[in-house]
């Protein structure tokens, strides 16, 4: 039995090598470059990607530098790659690099930046920068974002004097590694889902001091400075459970308010059965792991140009 998606290893804009899935549609509409978020990996979110393909839409995944198998996959990695071993400025570069990887491969078809958590604050990030990386050029590459439940501010944050210490050590020994553990019964109310995260042999719940200050700094100031930055003409649809544990849905709230765009949709997940979504929406039951999907896809499909002509893949 094939797989549904498609495997490779391939070379980032410096040679490093990146684990990246393609779930490919015979026919897309659209292009979806997904990020994921902090200490986990592509993987995790098969279920979700396997069904986009059906509705036209092209997944491409890749193992963040410093995550998944990109730092431990013993017979694939890059030399230098190591656990957390990454930075904010690595990682616009990487988006930016397999965001006109796909431009190239799929010319005219529109090409969507999405991303949950870590990610979600990269996806957020990328656009707001105050200078390269990304490029004007690179900057320019996707129609429109998706930030699902993005790392803004911590739920719980920790008391300044650790994230003062944590910020001068990283100047010193920028990718030390520390304890990161979010804690899994913080992640999703599905107990499965639980049970495989804290098993997983590819989530190690640390990070280093360089890759949490970047993704915590980087998020906060989101909110203080950057979203003046984001293109009024750059439509944003943002996903948030109002019962999320690891990233504050309130910040959400506040960045989706603040920001200029004319064109922006914010979609609280609330449950009847309790206070709300936790952290991965994907993954939660009383059918929010279907809306995570079927409402990215919509807004997806809501804003695809109408002269885009269906192009076969190449892919």
Same mark, same amino acid.
Request: aromatic share 12%; hydrophobic share 40%.
């Given at each position: 039995?094939?797989?549904?998606?498609?495997?490779?290893?391939?070379?980032?804009?410096?040679? *490093?090598? =990146?684990?990246?899935?393609?779930?490919?549609?015979? =026919?897309?509409?659209?292009?979806?470059?997904?990020?994921?978020?902090? #200490?986990?990996?592509? !993987?995790?979110?098969?279920?979700?990607?396997?069904?986009?393909?059906?509705?036209?839409?092209?997944?491409?995944?890749?193992?963040?530098? !410093?995550?998944?198998?990109?730092?431990?996959?013993?017979?694939?990695?890059?030399?230098?790659?190591?656990? /957390?071993?990454?930075?904010? @400025?690595?990682?616009?570069?990487?988006?930016?690099?397999?965001?006109?990887?796909? #431009?190239?491969?799929?010319? @005219?078809?529109?090409?969507?930046?999405?991303?949950?958590?870590?990610?979600?604050g990269q996806t957020l990030a990328y656009f707001?920068? #105050?200078? #390269?990386?990304?490029?004007?050029?690179?900057?320019? $590459?996707?129609?429109?974002?998706?930030?699902?439940?993005?790392?803004?501010?911590?739920? *719980?944050?920790?008391?300044?004097?650790?994230?003062?210490? @944590?910020?001068?050590?990283? $100047?010193?020994?920028?990718?030390?590694?520390?304890?990161?553990?979010? !804690?899994?019964?913080?992640?999703?109310?599905?107990? +499965?889902?639980?049970?495989?995260?804290?098993?997983?042999?590819?989530?190690?719940?640390? @990070?280093?001091?360089?890759?949490?200050?970047?993704?915590?700094?980087?998020?906060?100031?989101?909110?203080?400075?950057?979203?003046?930055?984001?293109?009024?003409?750059?439509? $944003?649809?943002?996903?948030?459970?109002?019962?999320?544990?690891?990233?504050?849905?309130? +910040?959400?709230?506040?960045?989706?308010?603040?920001?200029?765009?004319?064109?922006?949709?914010?979609?609280?997940?609330?449950?009847?059965?309790?206070? /709300?979504?936790?952290?991965? $929406?994907?993954?939660?039951?009383?059918?929010?792991?279907?809306?995570?999907?079927?409402?990215?896809?919509?807004?997806?499909?809501? *804003?695809?140009?109408?002269?885009?002509?269906?192009?076969?893949?190449?892919?």
């Amino acid at each position: 039995m094939s797989l549904p998606f498609v495997e490779e290893w391939l070379p980032g804009f410096d040679g *490093h090598q =990146f684990y990246t899935r393609t779930y490919p549609a015979t =026919f897309p509409k659209a292009v979806v470059l997904f990020v994921h978020g902090f #200490a986990e990996h592509i !993987g995790r979110y098969e279920q979700a990607h396997v069904q986009y393909p059906a509705r036209s839409v092209t997944v491409f995944a890749f193992d963040l530098r !410093g995550y998944g198998r990109t730092a431990l996959d013993g017979a694939h990695k890059s030399k230098d790659a190591a656990y /957390g071993k990454t930075n904010w @400025g690595w990682q616009m570069q990487d988006i930016e690099f397999f965001g006109k990887r796909l #431009a190239q491969e799929l010319p @005219g078809i529109p090409l969507f930046l999405m991303g949950h958590s870590a990610g979600g604050g990269q996806t957020l990030a990328y656009f707001t920068r #105050a200078s #390269a990386p990304p490029t004007a050029e690179g900057a320019k $590459l996707f129609t429109a974002a998706i930030a699902a439940s993005p790392c803004l501010t911590l739920t *719980h944050p920790k008391p300044k004097i650790v994230r003062w210490t @944590g910020s001068k050590l990283a $100047l010193i020994r920028p990718y030390q590694l520390i304890s990161a553990d979010v !804690g899994v019964e913080n992640i999703t109310r599905n107990t +499965a889902v639980r049970e495989a995260y804290a098993k997983d042999p590819l989530i190690k719940k640390m @990070g280093t001091l360089k890759g949490l200050d970047d993704m915590l700094s980087g998020g906060e100031k989101l909110l203080t400075e950057d979203y003046q930055r984001w293109p009024k003409e750059l439509p $944003l649809f943002i996903m948030s459970g109002t019962a999320d544990y690891v990233t504050s849905s309130k +910040a959400a709230e506040e960045f989706y308010n603040k920001i200029p765009a004319t064109d922006k949709k914010i979609s609280l997940f609330e449950a009847s059965l309790c206070s /709300g979504g936790y952290h991965e $929406l994907v993954h939660e039951p009383d059918g929010m792991a279907d809306r995570w999907v079927n409402e990215s896809i919509e807004w997806i499909e809501a *804003h695809i140009p109408a002269k885009s002509p269906p192009t076969e893949s190449k892919l």
